[in-house]
């Protein structure tokens, strides 16, 4: 019993854990991952803070495999990766992965990922509708990924005066 109380967390004393980051990875079907780096940065301004390759390729395929790009976005990081032929399959459609982009100009956002190569979903929205009562709009990349475009209205959790 009392192993069994260790394993579920009992009484017994765990050492604190702080963690320093939190960086979300997008895993992309094999050898787009450099075409989904370009998209993010011309689509949301991403800049590409490293990239790190498997430089052995089949030699049909003419780009490397992308282990990690790291992408700085909206003071956050992203890594965005090539699924590797021989790991375990990673569904990209539909995983319940949505990410929220906070900016001023939520139309402005919208278009240029749509010039990028996005697709938006449905219209803008205002109000209780939307998120924390902003505007929000949605764009799904060419990768499967939706992204929320948020304006800073008002702070989730704020009560109103």
């Not at 459609?93 to 900016?103: A, D, K, P």
């Amino acid at each position: 019993m009392a192993q069994e109380e260790v394993q579920n967390g009992g009484p017994e004393k765990v050492a604190e854990v702080r963690f320093t980051a939190l960086k979300p990875q997008l895993m992309v079907e094999a050898s787009k991952a450099a075409d989904a780096v370009q998209f993010y940065k011309t689509a949301f301004g991403a800049v590409e803070a490293g990239r790190t390759v498997y430089p052995k390729r089949k030699a049909e395929q003419e780009q490397p495999h992308v282990l990690s790009a790291q992408l700085e976005l909206a003071g956050s990081t992203i890594l965005v990766s090539d699924i590797a032929d021989n790991s375990t399959p990673v569904k990209t459609e539909g995983t319940g992965c949505v990410l929220c982009l906070e900016t001023e100009d939520v139309e402005a956002a919208i278009a240029k990922a749509v010039s990028a190569g996005g697709v938006a979903e449905g219209e803008v929205t205002e109000g209780d509708g939307a998120c924390c009562g902003g505007r929000v709009g949605k764009v799904k990349d060419p990768y499967g990924y939706v992204w929320l475009i948020c304006s800073p209205a008002k702070k989730c959790g704020d009560a109103e005066a």
